[in-house]
């Protein structure tokens, strides 16, 4: 394989002494594996040495929502292509007919009520790769991390195992749609390969899953490619809950023979804040950065102050989801601006209404009460439906909102019925001034001069990777504001 080492060293945007070490080392025939703190700019780093590089260039965002922003990034760079590897996974298949619902379909035909369980062992059996990925987990392993019970009592179900693999081995052998999991798989079942005659970027290492390292090391490179990958398994690891694994990040770096590099001067926070993230480590400020400031605020008074206009340029984190969720929700439905990055925000609050939302026989207005009595049925069997309250909530206030804006009819949009509550998440979502509301997880590479953290009652972590994975979103969402970061009390 031929490289061309580029004459000039010239790189077309300014890196630091740290950050040219690596690019060095990649011009100069090698491959790298940088460990790049919060802040100390390991995409800038990915980004000068792609633009600099003498020859092809394979760019691989770890999110797909990435995707984009990178490809206009590289616009004038011809010789660098950017995808992710669900899509290039998808390509090698040459299949674009894909059906996320098909395990679902697939159990349910075979097995009826006991679908549902069988699916979401299903589901994830694939994120832990059973039967195809190194160090991939058993079925009864996987069963354990994720509280599956391998026996269904109440269907009278003998074995969800023995279901398990049947379901698996069918959807695997319907190569005429795949999931989001069989972009991964397919290709290296059916040993489709495009090696990369270049450079290999990686990027967010730490939250690959042992599917995507195995569809990389089988699929898109050899042995001898020459990749630069960037990460930080110590520090921002947020995938672990769909099977990534960190420690992915050193067997990667071992597989291609890597020299390490480390960046950890944070380009972007104040001193104060880097010295109160959790797991610092050796990630320090700029010599010339401003002290900054690290507080607590009552969150009644921030809420009165973004009522009144305030905080339009900041962001308000939180661990999970409802909360954030709760708060925004209500406080469009007042009239305030919000820019809500939540993710998925129409599924999330509507799996707990869709049994009713379509029922011809329900106005707007019932659902809440509906749901409301679905839960207490729940909790008198015993079930902790308290982290459901908060879904309550979001949706009696759109309710309201529906009924005082006469939004009571369902209408169709690309010919499937959007449900009045479906219209008015839309609505009230699409504006893009205010403060913003987003998850620690879907923070991760942005910032703001202020940031609120806003602090969840969420389940205590039990297994190793559960604390590892909370201890990682709270160093991002500390890691996040330029200048403040405020916590919230009551």
């Given at each position: 394989m031929k490289y061309l080492v580029p004459t000039n060293r010239q790189i077309k945007f300014p890196t630091s002494s740290e950050q040219q070490c690596p690019i060095d080392h990649v011009m100069d025939g090698g491959s790298a594996a940088v460990n790049a703190g919060a802040g100390s700019g390991k995409s800038h780093t990915a980004k000068a040495l792609s633009h600099n590089y003498d020859d092809k260039v394979f760019f691989y965002p770890f999110m797909v929502s990435l995707r984009k922003e990178q490809q206009e990034a590289f616009k004038d760079a011809s010789h660098v292509t950017v995808n992710n590897v669900h899509s290039v996974g998808k390509s090698l298949l040459g299949r674009t007919k894909v059906n996320n619902k098909k395990c679902f379909q697939i159990a349910s035909n075979l097995y009826g009520k006991a679908g549902r369980k069988v699916s979401d062992l299903v589901s994830k059996l694939k994120t832990e790769g059973f039967g195809v990925y190194d160090g991939a987990l058993t079925i009864a392993e996987t069963a354990a991390k994720y509280a599956i019970?391998?026996?269904?009592?109440?269907?009278?179900?003998?074995?969800?195992?023995?279901?398990?693999?049947?379901?698996?081995?069918?959807?695997?052998?319907?190569?005429?749609?795949?999931?989001?999991?069989?972009?991964?798989?397919?290709?290296?079942?059916?040993?489709?390969?495009?090696?990369s005659d270049g450079l290999v970027v990686l990027d967010e290492v730490q939250d690959f899953t042992p599917a995507i390292w195995t569809l990389v090391r089988d699929c898109l490179t050899t042995a001898d490619s020459r990749v630069f990958m960037i990460g930080d398994p110590e520090r921002q690891a947020l995938m672990m809950f769909a099977g990534?694994?960190?420690?992915?990040?050193?067997?990667?770096?071992?597989?291609?023979?890597?020299?390490?590099?480390?960046?950890?001067?944070?380009?972007?926070?104040?001193?104060?804040?880097?010295?109160?993230?959790?797991?610092?480590?050796?990630?320090?400020?700029?010599?010339?950065?401003?002290?900054?400031?690290?507080?607590?605020?009552?969150?009644?008074?921030?809420?009165?102050?973004?009522?009144?206009?305030?905080?339009?340029?900041s962001a308000m984190l939180c661990?999970?989801?409802?909360?954030?969720?709760?708060?925004?929700?209500?406080?469009?439905?007042?009239?305030?601006?919000?820019?809500?990055?939540?993710?998925?925000?129409?599924?999330?609050?509507?799996?707990?209404?869709?049994?009713?939302?379509?029922?011809?026989?329900?106005?707007?207005?019932?659902?809440?009460?509906?749901?409301?009595?679905?839960?207490?049925?729940?909790?008198?069997?015993?079930v902790d439906v308290t982290e459901f309250q908060d879904v309550v909530l979001c949706i009696a206030e759109l309710e309201n909102w529906c009924l005082a804006n006469n939004i009571l009819k369902t209408t169709y949009v690309y010919k499937?019925?959007?449900?009045?509550?479906?219209?008015?998440?839309?609505?009230?979502?699409?504006?893009?001034?205010?403060?913003?509301?987003?998850?620690?997880?879907?923070?991760?590479?942005?910032?703001?001069?202020?940031?609120?953290?806003?602090?969840?009652?969420?389940?205590?972590?039990?297994?190793?990777?559960?604390?590892?994975?909370?201890?990682?979103?709270?160093?991002?969402?500390?890691?996040?504001?330029r200048l403040k970061f405020v916590t919230l009390v009551d």
């Open positions: 019970a391998l026996k269904d009592s109440e269907q009278g179900a003998e074995s969800l195992a023995e279901m398990a693999q049947v379901v698996l081995d069918e959807s695997d052998a319907m190569y005429s749609e795949i999931d989001f999991d069989d972009m991964l798989r397919m290709p290296i079942l059916l040993g489709k390969t495009r090696n990534a694994k960190p420690e992915i990040f050193n067997e990667m770096s071992d597989h291609y023979g890597c020299k390490s590099f480390d960046l950890t001067v944070n380009r972007r926070c104040a001193k104060a804040i880097v010295r109160n993230a959790p797991f610092s480590g050796n990630m320090v400020a700029l010599d010339d950065a401003p002290e900054g400031e690290v507080t607590t605020q009552l969150k009644c008074e921030v809420i009165d102050e973004i009522r009144d206009g305030g905080h339009a340029l661990e999970t989801n409802a909360p954030i969720v709760t708060l925004g929700i209500k406080l469009l439905t007042s009239g305030v601006p919000v820019r809500m990055r939540t993710g998925r925000l129409d599924s999330m609050l509507l799996r707990y209404a869709a049994q009713h939302m379509f029922n011809r026989d329900l106005n707007v207005g019932d659902i809440t009460l509906l749901i409301q009595k679905d839960l207490e049925a729940a909790a008198k069997e015993g499937r019925p959007q449900h009045p509550l479906q219209q008015a998440i839309a609505i009230l979502t699409s504006g893009t001034t205010g403060i913003s509301l987003m998850t620690g997880h879907t923070s991760k590479g942005l910032e703001w001069d202020t940031v609120f953290h806003l602090p969840a009652k969420t389940r205590e972590p039990v297994a190793e990777w559960e604390i590892k994975q909370a201890e990682c979103v709270q160093h991002v969402i500390a890691t996040r504001p």
